[in-house]
């Protein structure tokens, strides 16, 4: 690869964007042919997602799309953005975990408690191993630089959080992978434009969109025999994915004041980061809140969910992603516009944005029912 590279500047032709086209037509194609094979391979042995209470499909359908998601991810980042694999030494380990303990649950439903421990595990190696960690809040609650164990443990908690965040979006067709399309489209951009040293970023970002385009074809298809699931397998990675460009986000904008690395300034980073993954943070927080108020336990299933609550108003699970995710694009605008206000401030307004959001639905569907 590094010979390929020292051809290319020698050509003078940019050896960052042939990685970006690259990166992005072959973790499409990779996924686009994988999936036909592994749907055959679900139908023919019975590996279906079959429908319960909380399901809104009433047909078994192929749920192991994950891991055409994270073949083509682990063949194109280790290609063409390898860089990162040199620098975190634990990423692809973590990768492989998640694999592991994803196709487990698809297959055999593991129990909670394993799931949470491997999590741990992953959110533990890229935390203290690869130094992956939030090393401050730049003044949320007063609270600015963490001494190192409180860092690792807040860090631990927030790759925890995200990671089954991401899996509770994972209801309707199209959300969870529209969605990282988006999330992985924003934090591209930013890296872009904060320098070369964070191009690698922005190729595992370019590679995370063309691998989810590739699954969302069949994730969308009419077709009952095209139509696959990402499973367990494809949200924890995905989500994972995303706690991890988030933080590598937020931990630009500290001066590490190290040699050769570039200093930036951006006093809300935090908040600008929350916006941009507010909606799987305001549905986890929602449905808790829910089940608390109810009496119920946290880890209990219900239907009370974003996009549960748009199936209610009859929508189609294609309209109600588009309208959740419009919605949530218009918070990241907002804190983008605002980005040099008050830190507190600009994240009462993301959160309270975000929790109108979560609950519009209900005020959609009762003036509905007043009206009839």
């Known amino acids: 690869m590094k010979n390929f590279e020292l ?3 020698e050509s003078g032709i940019s050896i960052f964007y042939v990685k970006i086209g690259l990166g992005f037509v072959f973790s499409f194609l990779i996924t686009f042919f994988s999936i036909p094979t592994i749907v055959k391979i679900s139908r023919r042995k019975n590996l279906m997602d079959e429908p319960g209470i909380r399901s809104s499909h009433l047909r078994k359908i192929p749920n192991l799309g994950g891991i055409a998601i994270f073949y083509s991810i682990g063949i194109c980042a280790s290609i063409f953005a390898y860089e990162l694999f040199d620098l975190y030494k634990f990423l692809f380990a973590s990768l492989i975990i998640l694999l592991y303990v994803g196709v487990m649950d698809d ?13 741990i595990v992953v959110s533990a190696l890229i935390v203290v191993g690869s130094d992956i960690r939030i090393r401050s809040l730049f003044g949320i609650f007063g609270i600015y630089e963490f001494n190192y164990w409180a860092s690792i443990l807040f860090s631990i908690i927030t790759f925890i959080i995200l990671i089954n965040a991401f899996n509770l979006i994972d209801g309707i067709d199209g959300l969870a ?16 434009r904060l320098g070369e040293y964070n191009y690698p970023l922005v190729v595992l970002s370019v590679i995370i969109i063309g691998t989810v385009l590739a699954f969302l074809y069949y994730n969308l298809s009419n077709y009952r025999t095209n139509k696959i699931f990402m499973g367990d397998t494809g949200s924890m990675l995905l989500g994972f994915l995303l706690a991890f460009t988030c933080i590598c ?7 590490k004041k190290l040699p050769n690395i570039p200093r930036y300034h951006l006093q809300s980073a935090p908040v600008v980061a929350v916006a941009i993954l507010i909606l799987p943070i305001v549905d986890t927080l929602n449905v808790i809140i829910i089940r608390l108020c109810n009496k119920k336990s946290p ?3 219900d239907k009370n969910h974003i996009h549960h609550k748009l199936l209610k108003l009859d929508l189609t699970h294609r309209r109600s992603t588009f309208y959740i995710i419009v919605y949530y694009l218009m918070i990241v ?37 007043n009206k009839n």
């Open 249 to 255: 986000f937020i931990d630009i904008f500290i001066d």
């Open 107 to 119: 297959i055999v439903v593991m129990r909670a408690y394993k799931k949470l421990v491997a999590q």
């Open 177 to 192: 992978g529209g969605y990282s399309v988006i999330c992985s489209a924003l934090f591209g951009i930013s890296y872009y």
């Open 299 to 301: 880890f209990d299933a």
């Open 7 to 9: 051809f290319l500047s």
């Open 333 to 369: 605008a907002v804190a983008y516009y605002l980005r040099h206000l008050n830190i507190n401030l600009l994240l009462f307004i993301v959160l309270s944005l975000g929790f109108f959001g979560a609950y519009l639905p209900d005020l959609v569907y009762r003036l509905r029912n």
